[in-house]
T-cell receptor
Framework: AQSVAQPEDQVNVAEGNPLTVKCTYS??????LFWYVQYPNRGLQFLLK??????LVKGSYGFEAEFNKSQTSFHLKKPSALVSDSALYFC????????????FGPGTRLSVLP | ETGVTQTPRHLVMGMTNKKSLKCEQH?????MYWYKQSAKKPLELMFV???????ENNSVPSRFSPECPNSSHLFLHLHTLQPEDSALYLC????????????????FGPGTRLTVL
């Protein structure tokens, strides 16, 4: 079975500081990993994904994420946070075995303080 | 938005009403999804349609009835709902291959905020 954990309900960071939003996963096959962001009263927006290859993937708005197979993690990072990054962030996984759907984590609320 | 539209954006209904949510995708995708998003709970996958055929129904109560007349449109018909059905209902689409797992991301609509009185 697939599962995703986001151990922090809330992350607070000062503007200009680096940010990390954590994600760990469990799949039976190989993982396809995704990060999405949700702003108030909006749907989820795709940020980046890992399929294969380089463990560090870069995405929209200066975000990047690092795939770590041994730790089954896919943490989202940004070198310098902006107040406008404040939102709800979701990690999602899809097993590479055919027939599996996306499984989303519970979400982490990021607050960037001016 | 992202090429996926949903109407209405807000809906208030009584428990005896019948209403429908509509989703339309303008991205040429072949798969569409309904999700339920409740406060402090993970996204719940409700229904999946691939090539206009329902491929998954995650034990959703029969008071929710999906319809996918073509690859661009998806409906969720609602009747005799309960107050605990109040949530944000999100529609998504993606381009999925027919014979292997897809690594394509999903594109989401803005959602319909449903309140059941």
């Amino acid at each position: 079975a697939q599962s995703v954990a986001q151990p922090e309900d809330q992350v607070n960071v000062a503007e200009g500081n680096p940010l990390t939003v954590k994600c760990t996963y469990s799949v039976s096959g190989n993982p396809y990993l995704f990060w999405y962001v949700q702003y108030p009263n909006r749907g989820l927006q795709f940020l980046l994904k890992y399929i294969t290859g380089d463990n560090l993937v870069k995405g929209s708005y200066g975000f990047e994420a690092e795939f770590n197979k041994s730790q089954t993690s896919f943490h989202l990072k940004k070198p310098s946070a902006l107040v406008s990054d404040s939102a709800l962030y979701f990690c999602a996984v899809r097993d590479d075995n055919y027939g599996q759907n996306f499984v989303f984590g519970p979400g982490t609320r990021l607050s960037v303080l001016p | 938005e992202t090429g996926v539209t949903q109407t209405p954006r807000h809906l208030v209904m009584g428990m005896t009403n019948k209403k429908s949510l509509k989703c339309e995708q303008h991205l040429g995708h072949n798969a569409m999804y309904w999700y339920k998003q409740s406060a402090k709970k993970p996204l719940e996958l409700m229904f999946v349609y691939s090539l206009e055929e329902r491929v998954e129904n995650n034990s959703v109560p029969s008071r929710f009835s999906p319809e996918c007349p073509n690859s661009s449109h998806l409906f969720l018909h609602l009747h005799t709902l309960q107050p605990e059905d109040s949530a944000l209902y999100l529609c998504a689409s993606s381009q999925d291959p027919a014979t292997r797992a897809s690594y394509n991301e999903q594109f989401f609509g803005p959602g319909t905020r449903l309140t059941v009185l």
